[in-house]
């Protein structure tokens, strides 16, 4: 036995047929950055506009079945299937499960878009209404802005990225398949989709999405931190200032991801989501608890209303500043993390049924989103109708991430909650980079399985990669809204795996077909197979 385990050890190698083809791209960025960031920025403008422009549809068709196939996975009968077996039993317990789950996923994106996205609605600060019947800064458009937050950051996001997560995990655990994104296709790929070419492309692809989502996710973050720490300090945010901050954020989460999953990923988003729950509490407090309670109960059903039209709008009906810049923007962020967040997630839920993996990945975080949304922007939205803040004003003169800490200084206990919300966005990034930097290493190193740690020399790489990516598009790709160079890249990643996210879920269709109609014989014999080993990468 020790022989075979050092055997399997020696295989434990670089993927260099992953690593190599995605780390060029990366390093090319950066040095295009550094020395021409006129022409990154441009490039991935381009991007941007053949992408969320002309595949609108595409982006709208496979968000709504990303969520119909999710809710089939729930509701049916497919959803007592137990990752790993019937005799399988989770490595960690459901609230640690969440939090990773829900920290991992969201990075900074609830705590940089909570207030500012709703205003920015109210306001039509960048033309959001203007195809609207109603006018700007009215209850009609409070209602509006609400529901449309709603309908941006629960229900179906969370959709995308459990359903990725599902299938890895099931392929993997009861199917006895490789730990790999390569996996998910094979219901529709057969046997072609194991050839090494179709495996190295797919995990090229995947690794390349979600280093440019999660380089412009840690660019809207650095933005924001920037922005709130001149508003509170008077430290003026400029490439400096940003550097500081690119540093201290990377070395964190870094240093988590080098740690380990059940050590410094799984401490580190205890923390975050703790953070998470005090800042709701205190806002239930201090806040319009009435007022949010009425906006948000009637929100739902306005967005319950306009669901199937805003689902499939390409932007026809709703304009360019609202669906294009908004709505598709966050689809294809998205959808660039969900490959590898679909990783992490079956990586964290081995013995679960699917229908407990949907309750943590999907059902609870879509609701902590609506809650979120509900309490930040609802305030929000109170305070600026009634005259108490004019937060637009802020947007307008400081840029589209900015009315956070215009908010935040205006409220009871702003000495506190002001360095508080930047320790929680500084603490959201590093546990999404946290796990996405390890789960990206994972996918670099062949021979590895679902409960094994990839190599901590790639972990730092790929982790001062993406940091220099971020950095060089919040330092000099300002434009309209002060985050539109992070908006391209974010649209240039989801871009690159579309049509693989695509395949993903026909393929899920199919095994979700299988399963309605009765247990497929194949499933007979590898279910829970793979129980406590798990099957090894090639």
Not at 32 to 44: C, R, S
Not at 261 to 288: E, H, Q
Request: proline letters at 3%.
């Amino acid at each position: 036995m020790p022989n075979n385990d050092n055997k399997l050890l020696d295989k434990k190698s670089l993927n260099k047929k992953v690593f190599f083809p995605v780390f060029s791209i990366v390093i090319l960025a950066v040095i295009i950055g550094m020395t021409n960031n006129e022409l990154l920025v441009e490039i991935t403008r381009q991007i941007f506009y053949v992408s969320l422009s002309d595949f609108g549809w595409l982006y709208q068709l496979i968000a709504v079945s990303a969520l119909v196939i999710t809710c089939v996975f729930f509701f049916s009968r497919a959803g007592r299937i137990r990752l790993g077996g019937e005799h399988a039993r989770p490595r960690f317990s459901m609230p640690a499960t969440f939090a990773m789950a829900l920290t991992g996923g969201i990075a900074t994106g609830v705590v940089t878009y909570a207030v500012n996205e709703p205003v920015i609605y109210l306001g039509n600060i960048y033309g959001e209404l203007s195809q609207q019947s109603f006018a700007a800064g009215s209850n009609e458009a409070a209602v509006f802005a609400m529901a449309r937050s709603f309908h941006n950051w629960s229900f179906i996001p969370y959709a995308i990225y459990s359903i990725v997560g599902l299938m890895i995990g099931y392929m993997h655990y009861n199917r006895g398949m490789r730990f790999s994104i390569s996996s998910t296709v094979a219901p529709v790929l057969g046997r072609h989709g194991d050839a090494p070419w179709v495996r190295g492309l797919i995990d090229v692809i995947s690794v390349l999405a979600i280093t440019l989502g999660l380089a412009s996710s840690m660019g809207a973050g650095l933005a924001l931190i920037g922005s709130g720490i001149q508003a509170q300090y008077g430290i003026a945010s400029n490439p400096v200032t940003w550097l500081i901050l690119t540093l201290v954020i990377t070395s964190i989460f870094v240093i988590s991801a080098v740690s380990g999953l059940k050590r410094g990923i799984r401490w580190l988003s205890s923390i975050n989501a703790y953070v998470f729950y005090v800042f709701l509490a205190i806002l239930v407090v201090v806040g319009p608890l009435t007022y949010i309670l009425s906006l948000s109960t009637t929100s739902l059903g306005y967005w319950l209303n306009h669901l199937l039209s805003w689902s499939f709008d390409t932007k026809e009906s709703g304009g360019e500043a609202l669906v294009t810049w908004w709505t598709m923007y966050d689809w294809a962020i998205w959808v660039a993390y969900a490959p590898l967040m679909g990783l992490f997630l079956a990586r964290i839920s081995y013995g679960r049924t699917l229908r407990e993996f949907l309750i943590i990945n999907w059902v609870l975080p879509s609701a902590f989103g609506i809650v979120w949304f509900a309490i930040w922007g609802g305030s929000a939205l109170k305070w600026q109708l009634d005259g108490t803040l004019d937060l637009i004003s802020v947007v307008q003169e400081h840029g589209a991430v900015s009315g956070l800490w215009g908010f935040l200084q205006n409220i009871p206990l702003a000495g506190l909650l002001v360095p508080m919300a930047i320790f929680t966005l500084i603490l959201s990034f590093a546990t999404a980079a946290d796990s996405m930097s390890a789960t990206i290493a994972t996918i670099c190193t062949r021979n590895i399985t679902a409960d094994e740690e990839s190599p901590k020399s790639q972990k730092i790489i790929w982790g001062l990669s993406i940091s220099a990516i971020a950095y060089l598009m919040v330092a000099f790709g300002g434009g309209a809204q002060g985050v539109d160079g992070i908006k391209y890249l974010a649209a240039a990643g989801g871009f690159s795996v579309v049509f693989l996210f695509a395949l993903i879920l026909i393929s899920a269709a199919k095994v979700l077909h299988g399963h309605i109609k009765g247990v497929p014989e194949t499933d007979a014999e590898p279910e829970g197979s793979v129980a406590t080993e798990g099957a090894r990468n090639e």
